[in-house]
């Protein structure tokens, strides 16, 4: 079975442009699709314009995972009322696959829960809002990284982890690899970035970023 899944990260309160992505997303898969969300869903906003926007992403898919970014007021997260699911240290199944998130710029990993779901031999989809470091996912200008060094160190320690999904870096959109982890960064939403993948039943990747700007 293929599970389609829809990549946005970066939004910062930009409502009207991540309308008009969901839109074409929608025109582009023609069938259910979960959506990853790596983070800075606000712009410093209230918790209430969060839920609002996630609100609005739920009336395009009915199952979305997301995860706080630096940009968003995680001192209110047990304030947050929406249907999407926060995955911070909350792994969630979808379709044979575990999903589970840590985010912030600096994020918190929980080793406890990674250790279980490798025992258990789960494959597992790794949400952060920062990329991990030294990829094509977290390249600024001159070719300088600037990701976590503590998310790498888990996609070389924890082998069942088959997908890294981040955002934070918005010049770096990517669908790379990271020895056998695939490795996305969407781009920014508000440059008008999104990506749109693809997993199949042996867990490897197909997609594509697009640009609603270039569309």
Do not use: W
């Not at 739920?58 to 995860?67: A, D, L, M, N």
């Not at 991990?132 to 976590?148: C, E, F, I, Q």
């Amino acid at each position: 079975m293929v599970t389609i899944v829809l990549i946005l990260s970066d939004i910062h309160s930009q409502r009207i442009t991540l309308e008009n992505i969901l839109q074409r997303a929608e025109e582009i898969i023609t069938q259910s699709f979960i959506v990853l969300i790596a983070g800075d869903i606000t712009n410093f906003d209230t918790i209430e314009n969060m839920a609002s926007l996630l609100e609005l992403v739920s009336e395009y898919s009915s199952k979305i995972y997301f995860v706080f970014g630096n940009c968003d007021p995680y001192y209110d997260a047990d304030k947050l009322r929406t249907k999407s699911i926060h995955i911070e240290s909350n792994p969630q199944s979808y379709e044979g696959i575990t999903f589970v998130g840590f985010g912030s710029a600096s994020p918190q990993v929980n080793h406890k829960v990674l250790r279980k779901l490798k025992k258990r031999e789960e494959k597992v989809c790794l949400l952060t809002h920062v990329p991990p470091y030294g990829t094509n996912a977290d390249t600024v200008s001159l070719n300088k990284h600037v990701g976590s060094k503590e998310v790498r160190k888990l996609l070389e320690t924890y082998s069942n982890i088959f997908l890294s999904v981040s955002g934070h870096i918005h010049e770096s959109p990517t669908i790379s690899s990271l020895g056998d982890c695939f490795t996305i960064n969407p781009g920014s939403v508000t440059r008008g970035y999104f990506a749109i993948i693809e997993i199949d039943e042996d867990y490897k990747i197909q997609g594509n970023i697009y640009n609603i700007h270039e569309l």
